[in-house]
């Protein structure tokens, strides 16, 4: 499966950068910032600004078997990197 990463870096609630990427298998600017959105409202950073300046189209790549599932069952999956719980 080809896979689209998004690029996104959100001022969280304390006011530190959360940097993490939005894959899905749709490339589609509006469906990452809300795919972003509901990854953060499940952690308690649903206040957090989303937009396409935070959450920006990277590249499209293959996918790992476990990225596959989680977006076969959720439709995105967040690959966490700085300031990420």
Not at 10 to 35: C, L, N, Q, S
Not at 49 to 69: G, Y
Request: proline fraction near 1%; hydrophobic fraction near 35%; charged fraction near 30%.
């Amino acid at each position: 499966m080809q896979i689209h990463v998004y690029d996104t870096y959100v001022k969280a609630k304390d006011g530190h950068v959360m940097h993490f990427d939005v894959f899905t298998d749709v490339r589609d600017d509006k469906k990452a910032i809300e795919f972003a959105k509901q990854w953060l409202s499940s952690i308690g950073e649903e206040g957090a600004t989303v937009t396409s300046e935070e959450c920006r189209f990277c590249h499209s790549q293959k996918a790992p078997d476990e990225v596959i599932e989680a977006i076969k069952q959720n439709g995105y999956f967040i690959y966490k990197m700085e300031g990420c719980n």
